[in-house]
């Protein structure tokens, strides 16, 4: 394993959790995500840098800006012209301001006096204004952690981007339902040991998030990126790291990237490798519209080949694979020797030469060490050039939305009520109602926690078959296309109440749960009816049926006849009688018949 | 109450937190200090006895022109550009609605951009469509108009005509841009293009309309259309600009892109972006087949009133005792006001009706309030805007004071404010 201390490695998180509030930041519209077949309307536009962003300021804007690009809109009935960017933004969203309050409060962060929205360029199309809106809320907070506590120098709140659908011959698809869902991106400090530490913080602040109870769960709720570095490497941002997992992964990843690339670069230093500035157009001799370059001394570096072709690809180009043949006739006009690269791409001029020179910034910075850039992660945890790191000077007012204060008594208020942390709960759950930790984690975590308190202060039941039952039970039936979503508060309630009082067993609580949630409406008495609640009477038939049926069964294996033929019954009842009064009925008649042929 | 001023580079200690960052314009209030953090975001802190404030230097806040990131070649291109003989000329005359803009991303300021080499930098496209000269003969907001400003423009107008302009391109804001296009419809005959153009998303944001409505103008100025015309979005999408006829214009919507539409009337045409074919609705003058001419004079002294039921009739009597020369009313439906008015409606003055409508033609020969009107002496306004009517007004009051000449002038169309017949679009 790396010694992370010794390799000087750094690392921070960002985390971006959006908010489950009734509107979205900027506007009323739901904080739904909708299907691509629900299109309403499409709009197609154009966004472009103005003058000072082309300046030596951002290079991150000027890199996208050389893409040219058509962007088309999807737009639905519950979007409105503030996404469209047809109306200015309305207010700041209080609800949103609150919860990201909240989040500061438990990780005991300094929130400012006045919250300012910015503005903060993206042409890359995923927001319609081709800017996104931001706003500084805290800072100086910390998470604490088995493997060292970690300062939160940042929280933010922003409007999400538009989800990218797709993109195709310079024009790309954004759908606008994501658009403008509040979300609170917080920025650790560079205070990561190690990529376990990192999944660890990062399944921290995870927890503090959905402690509040009000932030939104599922896939592509939350999004991690992540910042490393090691010593003698560079920072590099990873962008939409999918899951707690892949933190670590990514980490090590990059990790062996940044190792790699500055064995290559002192190799590079050894041979005395170039990176000559001059593009070869061989349109006479191969195809038109080809042109190359030569990397001296760049050859053999499995690594940075991947890096050059990750640069060509970005514009939509491929490398050409040279045969023999080609070497042979570019030789001499190239001066191409044994150690060195050659790099030839064939496609429109303009975007060729820009490729070119992506290339060769590429191959420059490989001489030096290793660039500060922004990569994307991929499924397998390794890592893609996306574009160079932004610069920071990207931002500026957004006049249309007036400065909140942030008066200190709600700060007060806030604080006295602070949501109380899942682990904390977890904890309690496991000391209160001696569950054990999986099932103390479960609950605790969950949405149901409440209803779960609730029904242990009302009923005498364990705790265990409880949380089986609001959990388990639950996910069971929904992996079978059961529409638990219909479950209300009120059916578990009068499930609970209905198995203290003996009424019905435990063994019936999924499939009266599957009739709740084909029929919400109706009445548990009419559910006990319908599911086919049998009478004792009724189940001593059904087992003196079996018990005649596996007589032969019964006088080979005497009393350890039971557990088979237990499992028989049970199934044939399919939980309507308690399983303790079948058990007690079948025992008996087992020793009745055993007695029977002893006699 | 704190000694830091804007510029200064601070250290600013709260609470035990230390705050770095550039002191930016704040708010009147004196307790509170904005300011721009080195990640680029703006915070405000509540200034107490407590908050200790160190200066630690001045970032200069004058905006310089940012190097091009393309080297000098690029600037002696737009040089060369803006000189290219083949190309016709165009001038442009800006009136503080913003064609093209800067931020300065330390301030945060947006800064507009008049002369014409800075607008060709940011919209370079406009380089491949004509040579531009330019004019800023005031800088307001389009609200703070009056027709002294329209008189203004009408006479600069004339004069880059005269001049030899190939087409004029007048930068508007678009809350009263159908104002301005109305009363230059009157003031001007135009041997070429008069065309105003405005945006909905201010020029300082990535997504805004100004450049797609700028070079879209830029190819009208160049086209045939020789008519005062406003050109702006046809649509939410960047793909097809509207050209207006000066007179039949109105906005329309608060806040869309497409805003802008022709009313009782179709658009003269459009331009496709980015092709900037232009594709033609309606006949219009030809290049040169007007002459130059210019009436410069308005009489100010008319108003708009819109009527509501219950009313008050003594507005009018207000009006002509406060030495008012004319007045539009925009009334209900087919052009009514109630029988209540009917008094003060005799007035020596011309009173003309339009209708709130917005959409058809007046005709107040259908219900008893209508003829009783006409024989109080109203003019009926046809189908014009109420807002055209008003500017219409104030022109041929400029023309004449006779009585009788001003109706049958305000019920002839003369710059295409009155149809002949209400088509059906």
Known sequence: MLNYEELGFKAGLEVHQQLNTGGKLFCRCPTILRDEKEVRYTL??????????????????????????????????????????????RPLNEEALEISLVVASLLRMKVVDWVYVMRKTVIDGSNTAGFQRTAFVASDGVIESNMGDVGIDTLCLEEDAAQKLREDKGEVTYSLDRLGIPLIEMGTAAEI?????????????????????????????????????????????????????????????EVLRQIELLKVRDELKNRGATAEREIFDLSDLLKSNSFAINLKGFNGFERLEKEFSDRVKKFGLEIYDLDKSDLARLKERMNIKEEDLVFLIEGEKKKVLNALNSVLDRAEAALKGIPE???????????????????????????????????????????????????????????????????????????????????????????????????????????????????????????????????????????????????????????????????????????????QEKL??????????????????????????????????LEKKISESVSQTDR | ?????????????????????????SPKSKDTLVLKLASGYNIGIKIDEKTKIEIMGDEKFSISKPKRSLGERESEKTKRDLVKKSLPKVSIISTGGTIASRVDYRTGAVT?????????????????????????????????????????????????????????????????????SSSLSFMLRTPVPVVLVGSQRSSDRPSSDSYVNAICAARVATSDISEVSVVMHGSTSDDFCLIHGGTKVRKMHTSRRDAFHSVNSSPLGRVIYPGLEIEEFQPHKRRGEEELRLYDKLEERCALIKFYPGADPNIIDFYVDDGYKGLVIEGTGLGHVSSEWI?????????????????????????????????????????????????????????TDDLEEVRSLMQKNIVGEITRSSITS
């Open chain 1, 44 to 89: 197609r536009r154009y966004l472009r840098a103005s003058e000072s962003e082309l300046g030596e300021i951002d290079r991150a804007a000027r890199e996208e800006e050389k893409i040219d690009r058509k962007i088309t809109y999807i737009g639905y009935d519950t979007t409105c012209l503030v996404e469209n960017d047809e109306e200015p933004p």
């Open chain 2, 343 to 399: 008094p003060q409606l005799k007035a020596d003055i011309p009173i003309v009706i339009t209708s709130q409508c917005i959409y058809g033609r007046v005709c107040d020969r259908v219900y008893g309030t209508g003829r009783e009107m006409l024989k109080a002496g109203v003019i009926e306004g046809e189908d014009m805007l109420p807002e055209t009517a008003l500017t219409k007004l104030m022109w041929v009051l400029g023309q």
């Open chain 1, 552 to 585: 032969d069964f019964i006088k080979e294996r005497g009393k350890g006849s039971f557990s088979p033929l237990m499992g028989l019954v049970m199934r044939k009842l399919r939980g309507k009688v308690d399983g303790k009064v079948v058990g007690e009925i």
């Open chain 1, 373 to 547: 850039e922004t990569r994307r992660a991929l499924p397998d945890g390794t890592t893609e050039y996306l574009r160079p790191l932004p610069g920071s000077a990207r931002m500026y007012p957004e006049t249309d939305i007036e400065p909140v204060f942030i008066d200190p008594d709600r700060l007060k208020r806030i604080l006295n009520n602070l949501p109380e942390l899942i682990d904390e709960r977890k904890k309690r759950y496991m000391e209160g109602y001696s569950l054990n930790e999986d099932l103390a984690g479960l609950i605790a975590k969950s949405e149901k926690f409440k209803l779960f308190e609730e029904i242990m202060e009302i009923y005498d039941l364990p705790a265990t078959l409880v949380v089986r039952t609001l959990e388990t039970t639950v996910q069971d039936l929904r992996r079978d296309r059961v529409k638990v979503d219909n479950l209300s508060k009120d059916h578990f309630i009068s499930i609970f109440k209905n198995l203290a009082e003996g009424k019905i067993a435990k063994e019936g609580i999924p499939e009266i749960l599957r009739f709740f949630a084909e029929d919400p409406d109706r009445y548990i008495d009419e559910v006990i009816e319908r599911s086919g609640k049998m009478d004792l009477s009724g189940a001593e038939e059904i087992i003196e049926e079996i018990v």
């Open chain 2, 112 to 180: 507009s951009q008049f002369k014409a080499e800075d607008i060709m930098r940011a919209i370079p496209e406009l380089s491949d469509i004509a040579t531009y000269d330019s004019e800023i003969p005031f800088n307001i907001l389009s609200e703070n108009m009056s027709p002294k400003h329209w008189i203004k423009l009408a006479r600069l107008t004339y004069d880059k005509i005269k001049k030899g302009s190939y087409g004029v391109i007048i930068t508007h804001g678009t809350d009263t841009m159908g104002f301005t």
């Open chain 1, 193 to 253: 040991r190690s990529p376990m530490h990192g999944r660890e913080i990062a399944e921290k602040l995870g927890m503090v998030l959905r402690s509040t109870g009000r932030v939104k769960r599922g896939i592509g709720t939350i999004r991690q990126d992540v910042n490393v570095s090691i010593r003698g490497g560079a920072r590099v941002e990873i962008k939409g790291v999918q899951n707690l997992r892949s933190i670590e992964e990514v980490m090590e990843k």
């Open chain 2, 1 to 25: 109450m704190f000694n830091a001023n804007e510029g200064n580079r601070v250290k600013i200690i709260k609470d035990g937190l230390e705050y770095r960052g550039i002191v930016m314009p």
